[in-house]
């Protein structure tokens, strides 16, 4: 017998194979303008950094800025439409469905959807030769991890959302700049250190490393550590999540 | 409580914060038997329904529904009873036949069981010719035959409906009363609420009438009427000033009557002929009618039940 969360992930994803292809047009498609634009474009100008061409310090952070926006947008845009106006939700409580059933699968589903964008940037990128390396796997986990802690951090923007206008906030307040100042476009190292240590305070940075560690042929020790704090963090954040989501769903 | 009982609930209360949603409401619902809740809008219906079909905890008191406690039971519960809510809820992402498919997964069943099911509901609401329509493309009556269908997925031992006609045009309202008294037909337990006296007089074998959050009346919509009202109602309209005139020889010649606004009603019982009442009255300004629920509900909140809408 399936887990009540695995009937909300298969309706999901039912739903995404009926509309993959624009799904993908803009979870894929769009990271590989970005690509052109940034890694060979803009690196056509930067000799290198840190000793690697400036595409393939790119390419690792691209991979997970998609996984993090795809997820994101998942778990509010899509997520809030559920619940308030298709209220899907309160449809799905009036089968053996159980809010936690419902905030678990939907979360899941939302990491799922930013791993599946990730892994079609990545696969397209082996054709320009950017995956160099096996640990390309190890990398993907980290990047499902990734994925699944900003899907948590959607549904929580989402049970605090009042309208669409909402999500402007977080994503314009939070996200953007997060994903600007994570050593996703330049070093880290190359900022103040407060930004430094409020950088790393958040988990993209640390993915980005161990990402971008990965994919140039490094597996290092500080990667479990960092590895762990993210788990850490996901495990926090799906808590929250429930938590917020089930006063919403249960009167 | 009886073999056949399918609800059972017992001095049960339901607040929000300080507000009685529902204020010691004891109910008894037999298996088999169409069953309204008549009242305003704000009387307490829905919430009464919703704590029957597990979607919103009790107070206190005791609710049992096909034998089990709701305060243990919900999930069991609800995957023995269907729910067509007043919203329709359908997935707006899906098709006819996957609304059915996908809704169905949720419960415990196989996939040829759902697919097999799925199969004969759209049959039996008529819209098997429409199963790869995308529901957004449905009108208001189309939209609600399949969110019936969808609560009869899981072959229900109860099916709840709130306000299963309300903002239908009179054909597709027409269309599902007719549905409903064909699942009468198969014995099937109906439960729903409505602010259509109509309605429940038409369809249903008991009503229980809510006004704040309790229940005023119980019964047979005919036993209601006579008992309460009686044979006919005489209707008569008269200037403020000369109101007490009149009820005054109403009530000298001891007829059963209520005023409301400027209408005098005056209830004619089993004998009682309309024409000791008209002549009293200048006859254009009276209307004798058959009395309904509205007369009921009037009669016991002392407002019209169409004035809250």
Redo the contacts between chains.
């Keep these: ?1 399936k887990h ?1 969360y695995q ?1 909300v992930w ?2 999901n994803f ?2 995404f194979r009926k509309t993959w292809l624009v799904t993908a047009f803009w979870t894929i498609l769009e990271p590989l303008m970005y690509l052109g634009a940034f890694g060979y474009g803009v690196g056509s100008f930067i000799n290198n950094v840190d000793g690697i061409a400036y595409v393939d310090f790119f390419f690792p952070g691209l991979l997970c800025t998609t996984a993090l926006l795809v997820s994101y947008f998942e778990s509010t845009y899509t997520n809030y439409t559920k619940l308030t106006h ?3 939700y ?9 809010p936690k059933d419902i905030i678990v699968g939907e979360i899941l589903w939302g990491a799922t959807k930013g791993f599946i964008g990730s892994l079609g940037v990545l696969i397209i990128s082996t054709i320009f030769g950017l995956v160099k390396t096996w640990l390309f796997i190890p990398a993907l986990v980290v990047v499902f991890i990734l994925a699944f802690i900003f899907a948590c951090v959607g549904m929580i923007f989402t049970s605090y959302a009042k309208n669409y206008d909402s999500f402007i906030f977080s994503s314009s307040g939070i996200l953007i700049p997060m994903t600007l100042i994570s050593g996703t476009y330049f070093p880290i190292d190359s900022l103040y250190i407060v930004l430094k240590i409020v950088a790393y305070a958040f988990p993209l940075a640390h993915a980005v490393d161990i990402v971008r560690g990965f994919m140039t042929g490094q597996a290092k020790v500080i990667y479990l550590f960092q590895i762990l704090y993210l788990i850490l963090f996901a495990g926090i954040l799906l808590r929250f999540a429930i938590f917020r989501l089930k006063k919403k769903l ?2 | 409580m009886g073999a056949s009982t399918v609800v059972h609930i017992k001095n049960m209360v339901k607040k929000y914060g300080d507000f009685s949603a529902i204020d010691n409401i004891s109910l008894e619902i037999a298996k088999g038997e169409c069953f309204g809740i008549l009242g305003p809008n704000g009387a307490g219906k829905s919430t009464l329904m919703r704590v029957m079909y597990g979607s919103s905890q009790i107070t206190s008191g005791e609710v049992f529904i096909l034998g089990l406690n709701v305060k243990q039971y919900m999930s069991e519960i609800k995957s023995r009873v269907g729910v067509v809510p007043q919203e329709d809820g359908l997935d707006t992402d899906l098709s006819v036949i996957e609304n059915l498919l996908i809704y169905g997964s949720f419960y415990n069943l196989d996939k040829k069981t759902i697919s097999d099911r799925a199969d004969f509901l759209l049959r039996l609401i008529k819209m098997e010719d429409r199963t790869d329509r995308a529901v957004e493309t449905l009108s208001g009556g189309l939209k609600r035959r399949l969110a019936i269908a969808r609560g009869l997925i899981n072959e229900p031992d109860i099916l709840f409906l709130d306000e299963p006609t309300t903002g239908l045009d009179p054909q597709a309202r027409q269309w599902i009363w007719d549905f409903f008294k064909s699942l009468k037909q198969q014995k099937s337990t109906l439960i729903l609420t409505t602010h259509y006296m109509e309605e429940a007089e038409y369809l249903c074998d008991r009503v229980a009438i809510v006004d704040h959050g309790k229940i005023l009346a119980l019964g047979k919509p005919s036993d209601m009427i006579r008992e309460m009202i009686g044979y006919e109602v005489i209707e008569f309209d008269c200037s403020a000033k000369d109101l007490n005139y009149y009820v005054e020889k109403v009530k000298s010649q001891n007829f059963d009557y209520q005023v409301y606004h400027q209408t005098i009603h005056v209830f004619l019982k089993e004998h009682q002929l309309a024409k000791e009442v008209i002549q009293h009255f200048s006859s254009d300004r009276v209307v004798i009618r058959r009395p309904s629920l509205n007369d009921v509900f009037l009669r016991l909140s002392g407002v019209q039940l169409r004035d809250h809408q």
Aim: glycine share 10%; charged share 15%; net charge positive.
């Design positions: 017998m009540g009937k298969n309706r039912y739903y298709q209220k899907l309160s449809s799905w409580l009036l089968t053996p469905l159980g249960i009167s």
